[in-house]
C-alpha cells in the first residue's frame, strides 16, 4: 500500500530560519515523489518533484529511499513561503497513477 | 488558456438534494482527477479517468458518480447529499506523456461546498 506521512501539522518559523518540512512514504517500489504548494487564496501548484532535482524559490527535497524519506528544505525562511505544503507519491513507473497525498503541513513565517 | 475551471465556485445544498459539479480544461490533457479537501486528512481522490469514456473509483468514492463524455470535461455528481460531503472539491488534470514518469497535475480553484 501507498502512503504519504506529514508528521507536522504545523510549522512555525521565524524569517530568515531554516525550514525543514517533513515527508516518510510507505512503497514498496521505486516512487516518484512531490511536493505541492496551496498559498492562501490560490490553487494547489507543483513546487518541486525529485526526478527534476531542481531548486524552486530556494526549496530543495531529496530523496532518501533507505529512510523512506522526501524532507523540502529551504536555509532562509521568507514571509511569502507561508502556505499549506502537501508531499505527494506516485507508486507506478509508467503512466499517470494519481497521487497520494500526506494530510499536509501548514508553514507559518513570523517576521 | 484558462487552465483548469471548475463551477461553481460554492455551493449549500440541504440533506437528500442532488448537484452536479463540473470540470474544465483547455490543455487537451488526458487525465482528470477529482479530490476532495478537508481539514486534518490532506487531499484524497475522489474518481480519476484516463481518457474520455473512461472513469476509475479512488479512495473515497462511495456518494459520487462521474462522467467523462468529453475529454475536456469532468463531472463530479452527488445523487444524494449528505452532511458528511461537505467538503472543498478539486479537480485536477494531467498529460499523457509516452516518459515513464507522472507528470505534473495542474488544479482548479476548488468548489466549497456544505451541505445541511
Known amino acids: 500500500a501507498q502512503r504519504v506521512t506529514q508528521p507536522e501539522k504545523l510549522l512555525s518559523v521565524f524569517k530568515g530560519a531554516p525550514v525543514e518540512l517533513k515527508c516518510n512514504y510507505s512503497y514498496s517500489g521505486s516512487p516518484e515523489l512531490f511536493w505541492y504548494v496551496q498559498y492562501s487564496r490560490q490553487r494547489l501548484q507543483l513546487l518541486l518533484r525529485?526526478?527534476s532535482r531542481e531548486s524552486i524559490k530556494g526549496f530543495t527535497a531529496d530523496l532518501n529511499k533507505g529512510e523512506t524519506s522526501f524532507h523540502l528544505k529551504k536555509p532562509f525562511a521568507q514571509e511569502e513561503d507561508s502556505a499549506m505544503y502537501y508531499c505527494?507519491?506516485?507508486?507506478?513507473?509508467?503512466?499517470?497513477?494519481?497521487?497520494?497525498f500526506g494530510k499536509g503541513t501548514r508553514l507559518s513565517v513570523i517576521a | 488558456n484558462a487552465g483548469v475551471t471548475q463551477t461553481p465556485k460554492f455551493r449549500v445544498l440541504k440533506t437528500g438534494q442532488s448537484m452536479t459539479l463540473l470540470c474544465a480544461q483547455d490543455m487537451n490533457h488526458e487525465y482528470m482527477y477529482w479530490y476532495r479537501q478537508d481539514p486534518g486528512m490532506g487531499l484524497r481522490l475522489i474518481h480519476y479517468s484516463v481518457g474520455e469514456g473512461t472513469t476509475a473509483k479512488g479512495e473515497v468514492p462511495d456518494g459520487y458518480n462521474v462522467s467523462r463524455l468529453k475529454k475536456q470535461n469532468f463531472l463530479l455528481g452527488l445523487e444524494s447529499a449528505a452532511p458528511s460531503q461537505t467538503s472543498v472539491y478539486f479537480c485536477?488534470?494531467?498529460?499523457?506523456?509516452?516518459?515513464?514518469?507522472?507528470?505534473?497535475?495542474?488544479f482548479g480553484p476548488g468548489t466549497r461546498l456544505t451541505v445541511l
Open positions: 485536477a488534470s494531467s498529460y499523457s506523456s509516452d516518459y515513464a514518469s507522472t507528470d505534473t497535475q495542474y
Open positions: 525529485h526526478i
Open positions: 505527494a507519491l506516485s507508486g507506478q513507473v509508467t503512466g499517470n497513477t494519481p497521487l497520494v
